[in-house]
């Protein structure tokens, strides 16, 4: 009886082990998902070797220190925990333990500060590696799971190392022994996936591992193409060549109507018009006779723009109209009171009559492409479109945004407006202490009152008097009409009926979270 | 190229980059040196056979031009064939049958050939035969079938050309009185047609064929970029895109070397086609 008493508890025991086993040990991977995107960022496939538009495969190859979850926070990944000292200039990351790159080698602090200094290089292409270089003091190692970084001023480190930016940890021995061009054929990294084969211009393959700290994969193969014609991409999904497309928004309604699913990336991108020239007096380019020096005709550009008509016809629904540049909804410092400016053409009338231009006046908007908007140049015809209305006459002037470059970021932009976007933040005090703030290079709309905020902002080491500054100078922009915001955009996926569920983070514009993808059930 | 379109170091930076950054990554690139020295390290490379390293790719430009090649080499040959194997027997058939039916409806080929955009053809053609009739993959280089497609878009502007110019040179030819003596001495037709006609018609032919093989050799930029064909058209556009400088001028110096390569042979060919040409 003792015996059989004995058997049952362990059968029972052993029942209640197998159904809670931890998700990293579950189902095997199995089947094949294709991702095909319009760029593939130059197939890089160690990330300090490039942009952050190689992110969709450096995901699944290597893990980070910090994860964004779905709604934009940050969640502990290799640093199971972090912290800053009170200036914010020495932060403390301690690492998980017993993570193992795909060549067995266990992950310890040394390859994560490896990995930071290989971000740091001359030649390093990745958006942080610039702060990173100007902001980093030294990286200390205590012990093999601890990391230390010094900064020479306050800093969000945390901010820069998390998976918003690509900075990957790498394995430092691997690298040092084989080199970095063969380590760049042949990456080996910690991540779910680990990499098969790559045919350069056609497609990376890679394979989920069967266990994995972070996620197992539903599939077993990741093959990433790069299409750069977005209707064959579309051909591909319906013909089920391809299970995970990039979409521009115009082609939304087609996908649907073909019976396709689409994923959306929320608050993607905030996109707006500048009225460049807005300096202050200081600056020798400055134009006193700018029309939009005055707020009266500043908020009459605004109320002449339909932005509802914009959402639903250039974007389809997949927007929603902006009150702000930069800031949106979720980032430190959002105001919910600030609605988007509504669309009153008679009150725009009036306000230009009030500003000295009864009859409207002529003026210049150079259009172009941003990565991840096509559309600025549709936005800018509408928006064109919107002011004729109320007598201000547009010369539209396309041109490649690297040829703009120059002129608006040496400060010493004619009084042109032209489009721009800029991609979902949480803390956007770099932003903004540059967008806004006559003493930095490249600045939006200048004026007094932001300067003397923008100053504050850029000694706060507090998080919530940062908070309030950045929501401060936000309510200066909507009180004072500075740029023409547009709308918050979102990036659009097409996925064929064998996805499930992909949990997508709030303003990443690549495509990421492979890993994460289920299989939609039957 | 460079102060016209601007640096390359445009597209690399992000828009927050100090101008020390820019400073260490163009130093880093020899982006920092005169145009014209630049040029001249260029050139001294250019004797070792080195055209460089991508600034997008970060691998040597040889090797990219290497890969990509064999694409389009694969693609162009097949294109080739399909275009001579198309063009030149149906132009002498239509030079023959003049004013019949078949000529019309070869000149209506033609006509097709040269008016349809190939960027739309080749939508439409992914529409009608890979999302419609699932018949054919509608992307990609994988097996057999996917060649079809791309080598109508690829080919069918070339066997346009080709076809009127093979109809045109024909009838020259044909109404030649040699070809009525060979008429006369009651050859078969056959013979007076492929022998004496074709051959004699052949001169031009066989330049405009060179031209072709170098067009469909070196890749097209449309048909790559629609059907996602990694060959050295879709490079090129890449390249001018992101202003991947050496890679643009090691595509661009390679379909000249092609360009002269083929010359050459179609030259040679003369000599051998007609005997009254000797160099």
Known sequence: MRKKLALVRTLLVTLLFVTTTPA????????????????????????????????????????YLIDVSPDGKMIPALATKWSASKDQKVWAFDLRKGVRFHNGDEMTAEDVKYSIELAMRDDSRLSRAFELRQLLDRIEVPNPYRVVIHTKSPYSVDDSLSERYGIGIVPKAYIEKVGVKHAAEHPVGSGPAKFVERRLGEYIKLEALDQHWRVVPHFRTFILKQVAEHTTRVAMLRTGEADVIDLPSFMVDGVKKAGFEVKITPLSL??????????????????????????????????????????????????????????????????DSWKPYPYDPERAKKLLAEGGYPNGFEMTMRTFSMSGLPEMPQIAEAVATYWAKIGVKTKLIPMEYVTHRSDYQNSKLPPVAFP???????????????AFYSKAKGTHAEAPGLDKLAAELLNETDPDKEAELIRKMGQFLYDEYMVVPIAYTSIIYGVSKKVGDWPLVTGMNEAHHLEFITRREK | MARLTGSPLDVMLDEYATLEDRARLGRHLGLDEPVWVQYGVFLSNLLTGDLGDSLRNRRPVLQLIQERFLASVQLGLVAFAFCTVTAIPLGIYTAIRKGTRVDNIGKVIAMLGQSLPSFWLGIMLIMIFAVQLGLLPSSGRAGPLSYVLPVLTLGWHAVAGLLRL?????????????????RIKGLPERTVVLKHCLKNALIPI????????????????????????????????????????????????????????VNLLVDLLYAYLDPRIRY
């Open chain 1, 270 to 335: 905030s996109t707006w018009i500048t009225l460049g020239g807005q300096y202050v007096p200081s600056n020798p380019v400055h134009n006193p006779k700018t029309p939009w020096l005055k707020r009266e005709v500043r908020q009459a550009l605004n109320l002449a723009v339909n932005r509802d008509e914009i959402v639903k016809y250039i974007f389809k629904g997949t927007a929603r109209p902006a009150a702000l540049p930069y800031l949106m909804p979720g980032a430190l410092g959002w105001d």
């Open chain 1, 24 to 63: 990293a040990v579950s189902a095997k991977p199995e089947g094949t998902l294709v991702i095909v995107l319009a760029t593939l960022g130059g197939e890089l496939l160690i990330p300090f070797m490039g942009t952050s538009s190689n992110k969709p495969h450096w995901d699944l190859l290597y893990d």
């Open chain 2, 206 to 261: 066989v330049t405009f064929s060179g031209l072709i093989f170098v067009h469909l050799l070196s890749g097209s930029i449309v048909s790559e970029t629609v059907f996602g064909w990694p060959g050295l058209g879709s490079l090129a556009i890449e390249s001018v895109r992101f202003r991947d400088y050496p890679v643009t001028q090691g595509v661009v110096l390679f379909f000249t070397m092609l360009f002269l390569t």
């Open chain 2, 166 to 182: 093979t109809r045109s040179a024909m009838l020259d030819v044909l109404d030649n009185e040699y070809v009525k003596l060979a």
């Open chain 1, 420 to 434: 721009f976007r800029y991609s979902f933040e949480i803390n956007l005090t770099r932003q903004m202490t540059k």
